[in-house]
């Protein structure tokens, strides 16, 4: 008799801002019909609950701190163990350093879980760095777009509202050379991490968000994510 395996997708996303990540990792959500979990998002449903987590996570915020490791690790730790995660989850914007990629690999043996596979998203810096400075919102809905990736129809001007369209505050290129560096910092290491443990899949960000997706949709279906 043939059993069905069930196919589980557990994945983990990593892409510096201007990457695409946010957009592609909601595609992915509802295309593999997985969560997608950032730890923004669950900070932010944390504090509205009001768990046993918001107190220890509003100690930090009220303090300007970080919130750390070990606190991030339990709120992810609690999200993926929800029932809408027994298919798979995609993780966005965590692991954020080695120390959490760590924890969370040693948490993942010794609950014999599926081991994540990881998608690293890359892009030249100085395409970042263009791509950032290239977002434009709209003073009047608040709209986004960017120049380069999410053009208006006409240019500088919001298809909505046709008023003119003013670029993102901090997008300054002062700003967002610092930003991206802090962050390369970051994730530099961790994309090495993972690439040693043969668990990442590297995907060329530099094209357009429908010719990315499918690259990684056809990385998804070759890849045997059976367990
Ligand atoms: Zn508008």
Redesign the pocket.
């Known amino acids: 008799m043939i059993s069905l395996q069930k196919i589980i997708m557990n994945l983990i996303l990593i892409g510096m801002p201007g990457s695409g990540k946010g957009t592609q990792a909601k595609m992915i959500s509802e295309k593999y019909h997985i969560p997608k979990i950032s730890t923004g998002d669950i900070f932010r449903e944390q504090l509205h609950s009001g768990s046993h987590l918001a107190e220890k996570i509003r100690s930090h915020v009220d303090t300007g701190r970080l919130v750390n490791d070990e606190i991030v690790f339990d709120v992810v730790k609690e999200r993926i163990n929800r029932s809408d995660c027994s298919d798979g989850f995609l993780l966005d914007g965590f692991p954020r350093n080695i120390n959490q990629a760590e924890t969370f690999d040693r948490y993942i043996e010794s609950f014999k879980k599926s081991v994540p596979n990881v998608m690293y998203l890359e892009l030249p810096f100085e395409v970042i760095i263009k791509r950032l400075t290239s977002r434009r919102i ?6 986004n777009y960017n120049l380069l990736t999410i053009p208006p129809a006409k240019d500088e001007i ?6 003119g369209l003013l670029p993102r505050k901090d997008d300054d290129e002062a700003t967002v050379r610092n930003r991206v560096k802090v962050f390369k910092s970051e994730t530099v290491p961790l994309v090495d991490y993972y690439s040693l443990k043969k668990n990442l899949l590297e995907i060329n960000a530099d094209n357009a968000i429908e010719v990315v997706f499918e690259n990684i949709c056809s990385l998804l279906d070759s890849n045997s994510l059976a367990v």
């Not at 709209?138 to 709209?143: H, K, L």
């Open positions: 709209c003073p009047v809905c608040n709209r919001c298809d909505v509202c046709n008023v």
